[in-house]
């Protein structure tokens, strides 16, 4: 070794160390900063909206800048411990009530089932001996009316983490006839089976095909379903349904352990426009008229005990890509459902509610489908941390119609994924003792005990939905969602955001479905629809002209300057599914083809050459002229204005409306 490679000598013990490399007996990490406090974070919140240009702050000025998650539900910028008291105490403990941080403790599931291990022989894996949660049980939808193609694609997914099936009966759907057949190579004992029916019985037949099959079994893997829904097929069709048989069907489904007969569906109202509050109250309210038919059956024939009849519920409630708002209703729902457990007489250890989660339809997107992929993964991300018992990821093809394998595949190992390699259910609750979702659960549960005390008052589910008291509440809440998506304060990626016009979105076979929406029921939304729609229309208007309607921008100033609103303006206009050729100044308008422009620059440039460049645009043959910016530049002569928050879908409506375009302006 030489003599520049050589070890250093040890310091010598005597040698006095230098001051930076002394230690204190006692570490503050933040000991050399003030205390941080609301007062002092006020105090720059406001210097940063004032900065903005915000003059009318109000007290408190946080207040300002919350946002509305539900109806009746704000979330704050800042949360602390005063806000959420003594609230993550009285949620109590995972497996006990309220149940609000879980209605399980362990790694099996209510029923007995463990997730991974019921296509594989239901034993747990080694480790997993009940004190470390295994995850949640991983259920697949199937409504394919191709037999062959639908027991193909059921033997994928039970092969490959599936452990669980949904299956959509009916017309239009899978066979009701066909039942046997579809589930011929199933291991029934190792994977629960849910049925979904529609059709003029409510899904009767369904029903007593599923336990046709089954009747002289004694293995059948609990955690299935019926799925009868009649409250939920009433507001979808607009007709009401009889709840007198479904007391005999869940004597007959007692005889399966952990076979469930009712499903409380709040996808329904959901998918139709309301908000978590909404949903929660309905789902409740159907909860509880299901327990009132189920104990007193008006068939004359004998009732379920309260503890029967709550163990033949199950809920099924949306996830969507608002993580927070998922998590906090999910855990909201169970405190609302042990409460109606409570006062019905229910022993605790029934009352923990059976949860379904289903990535969120409204916030699919036929437009750019690829990005669905994130927001499922988002919704089941929410819907595992939430507790959910059981959760369904939606293929991100599913508003185009009959998923593929492809898409299938997506969507089971997207839970494959949060479940075996982030581990993500390997902690019980791990939101709970947050101030934030803690406070915005319970202020979920209270609003949506509100709305079903409001229901329960007008004489229950069945009464409210023909007086038209939850269709008028579920359409107040979409239009303000409406509203805001018109604006982009709620944006759309790949649609009213960040569009390409250049997309060719994948083909399916049309999904029918098995009760389709009366006259009388309640709508089923998208988020993503207004603006699908104009892009439809101009699409069409662009293949039957062989050239795409566009909207000019002119340009001020070099490109360093008005980049930053043409851009906003290109994607603005792209989102009507219109082209945006660009030019300097009205030179490029006659080369563009189109009358219609919008002026883009800064502030500057609108002083000194805005009102001028639209002069030119006119004397060009321009119509219609926007300017990138808010009304208050005041640039004479313009017929509008674009700028982030104003009304997109009514700008491009106007766009559409001069442009002659067919079909994409609503009435």
Known sequence: MSADQASPAPAHPDAEVPAEHEVPDVLQLAGLFPAATRERWRELVAGVLSKAGRTDLPDPVEDALRRAVATGVEVAPLYTAEDA????AAAGLPGLPPFVRGSRAGAALPGGTVPGGTAAGGTLAPGEDGGV?????VRQRHADPDVARTREAIAADLENGVTSLWLVLGDGAVPVGALGEVLADVYLDLAPVAVTGGG???GVAAAEAFLDLVEDRTDLAPGGSLGLDPLGLQAVTGEPQDLSGLAALARRAAAHDGLRTVVADGTVFADAGGSAVEELGCALAAGVAYLRALTDPADGGPGLTVDEAVRAVEFRLSASA????????????????????????????????RQHAVTSSVMAARRDPYVNLLRTTVACFAAGVGGADVVTVQPFDAALGLPDAFSRRIARNTQSLLVEEASLARVLDPAG?????ESLTDSLARAAWAWFTEIERAGGLAAALRSGL?????????AERSRRLAHRKDPVTGVSEFPDLAERPPVREPAAEPAPRGPGGLPRVRAAE????????????AGSSGRRPSVYLATLGPVARHTARATFAASLFQAGGLATPAGDGASGLAEAGTDLACVCGTDADYADSAAAVVGELRAAGARQIWLAGRPGLRVDGVDGYVYAGCDALEVLRTAHRELGIEGGVRA
Request: charged share 25%; glycine share 10%; no cysteine.
């Open 433 to 437: 003792g947050s101030w934030y979702v």
């Open 530 to 541: 207004a603006y699908e729609d104009l892009r439809d229309a101009a699409d069409a208007a």
């Open 85 to 88: 008291g003594d609230l993550p």
């Open 133 to 137: 949660p295994a995850g949640w049980d």
């Open 470 to 478: 939850v269709g008028e509440r579920i359409a107040a809440a979409w």
């Open 322 to 353: 608002d993580q927070f708002t998922t998590i906090a209703a999910l855990r909201a729902a169970r405190r609302l459902w042990d409460r109606v457990g409570e006062v019905s007489g229910a022993s605790p250890d029934v009352r923990a509610m």
């Open 200 to 202: 003029a019985d409510g």
